[in-house]
């Protein structure tokens, strides 16, 4: 069965500053990865997706991810954050093969100082 | 696109009260999923439907949980009876191909 850790629970940096939230996976083959934010109250947004090729993947709102096989992660980066986005982030991971749902990661909150 | 509709909102009740939540997906998505989060178990997954059809119904918590779907534009998750561990925030999701999934607001579940 696949899992997701997230290692960070909750992260704070500075507005205009780089922002790097750490994803690690465990599944037997290439998986489904994903990135999901999560505003207050708010329902969860699909920020990007990796299935297959290029492992570096852009998204929505100027994020990134990188997936690298050999340490079985999945990154996500923003070279400048603002303070809209502050809020939770999942990392989370998908079966090609078998059950195919979602299993996500418990989370990371960032909180963005000005 | 209105979006994923759930509802209501919010809703508060006594336990061993019936409840049930909402879901209206995306048109023309035909997949449906119902999540729930707390704060100790994260984010799970309870079923899901493909074509109106329940596919994996392995992470409904217990008897007390049933969901149908049935029609293309509804889904109904209910408990019955409620009990306070039941509260939660439960989360309708929709997709038309199975991981591109658009979430619903959710529905803050609270049992007293």
């Known amino acids: 069965a696949q899992s997701v850790t997230q290692p960070d629970i909750h992260i704070t940096v500075s507005e205009g500053a780089s922002l790097e939230l750490r994803c690690n996976y465990s599944y037997g083959a290439t998986p489904y990865l994903f990135w999901y934010v999560q505003s207050p109250g708010q329902g969860l947004q699909l920020l990007l997706k990796y299935f297959s090729g290029d492992t570096l993947v852009q998204g929505i709102k100027g994020f990134e991810a990188e997936f690298k096989r050999s340490q079985s992660s999945f990154n996500l980066r923003k070279p400048s954050v603002h303070w809209s986005d502050a809020a939770e982030y999942f990392c989370a991971v998908g079966a090609n093969t078998g059950r195919r749902a979602l299993t996500f990661g418990s989370g990371t909150r960032l909180q963005v100082q000005p | 696109d209105a979006g994923v509709i759930q509802s209501p909102r919010h809703e508060v ?51 007390r949980f049933s969901a149908k779907m049935p029609n293309a534009s509804f889904s109904t998750l209910k408990i019955q009876p409620s009990e306070p561990r039941d509260s939660a925030v439960y989360f309708c999701a929709s997709s038309l191909e199975i991981y591109e999934q658009y979430f619903g607001p959710g529905t803050r579940l609270t049992v007293t």
Do not use: A
């Not at chain 2, 909402?22 to 984010?43: A, E, N, V």
């Open chain 2, 13 to 63: 009740t006594e336990m061993g009260q019936e409840v049930t939540l909402r879901c209206k997906p995306i048109s023309g998505h035909d997949y449906l999923f119902w999540y729930r989060q707390t704060m100790m178990r994260g984010l799970e997954l309870l079923i899901y439907f493909n074509n109106n059809v329940p596919i994996d119904d392995s992470g409904m918590p217990e008897d």
